[in-house]
């Protein structure tokens, strides 16, 4: 089966044996189910554990995880994660987490196809359009890649407000924020973009729904 797969499976075991040592009850605590006040949306890259980076142990965070955390009106998917958060966990909070130095922004930032992705990295084309004036203006092509990973997180944040699983929760006076953050690879800190939307009222008047 090869070294890593047995590796694997050796490392599983010796994490039981850990939590155990440090608490008896940890999986039979953990199976009765899950409160987490916490939904993660968050880019697949391997290098970007959600309950890591916060600390968060297990139960503590929900979390959905696609090529540039994207929030795609249409994805099933994530509407799916979303809606069980929103409406059955009951989370108060959803981070929209991008990553500096995100190889499907990247992507997104040139013209070669690389396979059926490409219908996904349209997506973050979309995002390069609407911010083309500002993004164009930056020379320096690092800056220009941290500032597009910027804005990419800021949009998708408000992707999330006009969804009508996130309004219809707003106008069920349930609580519930929205944030977008950036983590640094090469440090291990996020930032705080500063869009934290809170109400519908945040977003222009056509999108706003009613219900």
Same mark, same amino acid.
């Given at each position: ?5 047995? $590796? ?6 010796? #994490? ?11 999986? $039979? ?11 993660? /949306? ?10 890591? /980076? ?9 979390v959905h995880r696609? /090529? ?12 799916? %994660?979303?809606? @069980? ?5 009951? %989370?108060?909070?959803? +981070?929209?987490?991008?990553? @500096? ?12 196809? /690389?396979?059926i992705i490409d219908?996904?990295?349209?997506? +973050?084309?979309? %995002? @390069? ?21 910027? %804005?990419?997180? *800021? ?6 407000? $006009?969804?009508? +699983?996130?309004?219809?929760? #707003? ?35 056509? @999108?706003?729904? *009613?219900?």
């Amino acid at each position: 089966m090869g070294e890593l797969y047995k $590796k694997l499976l050796e490392n599983n075991k010796k #994490w039981v044996d850990d939590q155990l040592a440090i608490d008896k009850d940890f999986f $039979k605590d953990l199976a009765k189910g899950q409160t987490p006040q916490l939904l993660w /949306i968050g880019c697949s890259d391997s290098r970007v554990p959600a309950n890591e /980076i916060v600390g968060a142990k297990p139960g503590d965070v929900f979390v959905h995880r696609n /090529i540039a955390n994207m929030v795609v009106h249409s994805d099933m998917n994530m509407l799916s %994660v979303l809606d @069980y958060a929103v409406n059955v966990l009951k %989370v108060r909070h959803v +981070i929209v987490c991008g990553h @500096y130095g995100c190889g499907g922004v990247k992507a997104a930032m040139g013209n070669s196809s /690389i396979g059926i992705i490409d219908n996904w990295i349209r997506h +973050i084309k979309d %995002v @390069y359009r609407l911010h083309q004036k500002e993004l164009d203006s930056i020379s320096n092509d690092e800056q220009r890649f941290n500032k597009f990973v910027e %804005v990419n997180v *800021k949009e998708q944040v408000f992707d999330l407000a $006009k969804t009508s +699983i996130v309004q219809n929760a #707003w106008q069920s006076n349930q609580p519930l924020f929205l944030h977008g953050w950036v983590y640094g690879l090469n440090s291990g800190y996020v930032t705080d973009l500063d869009v934290n939307i809170s109400s519908e009222k945040d977003l222009d008047d056509v @999108y706003q729904l *009613k219900f």
